[in-house]
């Protein structure tokens, strides 16, 4: 084979391997961004009802646990309420 056809070979395989992978990615994102496109907003305001919730009981004294019935480092919840939009 001479070099020309090497070349056209190697940019077809290039090519084949673009396709291939945005092939993949859009496979992988299109279920995402269905998902988020329609349930997105009531995701958001459940999310902001927690948040809202956890501020009040934390406000009334109770301290919040982990899934054993440990106490939550405080750390995390004065992180979550400096920096809301880490949500």
């Not at 190697?10 to 391997?17: D, G, K, M, S, V």
């Not at 809202?52 to 750390?75: D, I, Q, R, W």
């Amino acid at each position: 084979m001479s070099a020309y056809y090497d070349i056209e070979r190697y940019r077809e395989e290039e090519a084949t391997e673009r396709l291939i992978e945005d092939q993949h990615r859009h496979i992988s994102e299109s279920p995402v961004i269905y998902y988020l496109a329609h349930f997105g907003d009531a995701i958001e305001e459940r999310v902001q009802h927690c948040r809202t919730e956890a501020n009040e009981l934390a406000s009334a004294g109770f301290e919040p646990l982990n899934m054993s019935g440990k106490p939550v480092n405080s750390l995390c919840i004065t992180a979550l309420a400096t920096y809301p939009e880490a949500i």
